[in-house]
């Protein structure tokens, strides 16, 4: 695939994999890119998975045309790009690997590699002139690992952007849609680092950019200002979409009841978005992600061996761990003896920033009551006035 006269792409799509980061479920597969700078000296800009190496090779030295390349820059060390680092230098023992100071000392805990005499240790802002393009490191730290660095080339107007603004999918299927994904991949990956990610937008608003090429999901070409958009909402922790989201873990189906009468009321009046989610259910990250996306959060669970369920503490610490603020929030708790699970929720966002609580909650006893009607619309009038 061209992306400009001298760029090619020669990366490879994963069908096979299961959980992506041993979490995450991927079911449009995953694409791991690669691209190649074609000029009087040649880059290859990351490699893959460890699983497509080979098949990453034969795109590489279909790309090559019979030359060699004089550069491996290593954008990023985490084994889903550096996996093939050591067949690239057994390939091309004469190329130079092109990294910081941390991706190397990683690249020698990962791999152990020889590399006196094909070292190139670069610094930010430093640039490496291949011929007609000249590239420039801009260090990108913590989006997502510390190594992290992009890449700019000014010729072709080119961010190499490593992980950002990448997304879960495989570039060979149906799916061109970009924010569920994204947004997703996002939330659930680089999340925690939104101070980081805003310190990257800030030097790449110093460039004049037209593609975007990410270490996932498709190249980003046209109007770029609504994928800068969508992550400067996400790295500053703001409400991307008006709406609400129920999230539940329920038992029995009383609290789920409990969410649902909610959701019809909040429906009815006008609320333009309502998300309901079954925690022990749905994907755990599909669930982080709309905690993200939208302004309001319920919470609603059970209360289990004394505690907040299990799959609600699991989304509140997938929440809280990666930095969750600036959002209205609200409790339901259920419970046969002991109902306590509306405290121990709200004490775990005790660390989390700008976190507004609705005056009103609710507690079941049990299941739902006559009287419970009018704490459900007390609280749907307070959640949207
Ligand atoms: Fe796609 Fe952080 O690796």
Not at 21 to 40: C, H, K, R, T, W
Not at 220 to 228: I, K, Q
Not at 337 to 355: E, L
């Amino acid at each position: 695939m061209q992306i400009t006269k001298d760029i090619r792409y020669i990366g490879v799509n994963d069908h096979e994999i299961d959980l992506f980061e041993g979490q995450y479920i991927v079911p449009e597969g995953m694409a791991y890119n690669s691209y190649v700078i074609l000029d009087d000296q040649i880059a290859v800009m990351d490699t893959v998975d460890g699983k497509f190496v080979e098949q990453w090779l034969q795109n590489l030295q279909a790309a090559l045309q019979g030359r060699t390349p004089d550069y491996l820059i290593v954008q990023h060390m985490e084994p889903d790009h550096s996996a093939g680092i050591a067949a690239f230098m057994r390939e091309y023992p004469q190329a130079a690997v092109v990294a910081n100071a941390r991706a190397f000392t990683m690249l020698q805990n990962f791999y152990a590699l020889p590399l006196e005499g094909c070292k190139k240790e670069v610094a930010d802002g430093e640039t490496l002139t291949l011929g007609r393009h000249t590239l420039q490191f801009v260090f990108a730290p913590l989006v997502h690992w510390p190594e992290v660095m992009f890449t700019y080339d000014a010729a072709d107007k080119v961010l190499f952007s490593a992980d950002a603004f990448g997304k879960f999918g495989a570039l060979d299927t149906e799916d061109d849609e970009w924010d569920c994904e994204a947004r997703r991949y996002y939330f659930g990956i680089v999340g925690k680092y939104g101070l980081q990610v805003q310190k990257a937008l800030a030097k790449a608003a110093q460039l004049e950019i037209r593609t975007i090429c990410p270490l996932h999901g498709p190249v980003l070409t046209g109007d770029l200002s609504h994928y800068l958009q969508q992550y400067s909402t996400w790295a500053a922790y703001q409400p991307e979409t008006e709406g609400v989201m129920i999230a539940y873990a329920t038992i029995y189906g009383h609290t789920r009841e409990a969410a649902e009468k909610l959701a019809q009321k909040l429906t009815d009046r006008g609320c333009p978005k309502v998300v309901l989610a079954d925690l022990a259910r749905a994907d755990w990250a599909e669930c982080v992600e709309d905690a993200f996306r939208y302004s309001k959060l319920v919470l609603a669970s059970v209360t289990y061996n004394g505690a907040v369920f299990p799959a609600m503490r699991a989304f509140i610490e997938s929440l809280t761990e990666r930095g969750y603020q600036s959002r209205t929030l609200a409790l339901m708790e259920n419970g046969s003896w002991a109902p306590t699970s509306a405290r121990q929720m709200k004490a775990m966002f005790d660390n989390s920033k700008n976190i507004t609580w609705l005056p009103t909650s609710l507690k079941i006893n049990s299941a739902l009551h006559p009287g419970d009607d009018a704490v459900l619309d007390a609280m749907a009038a307070e959640l949207w006035p």
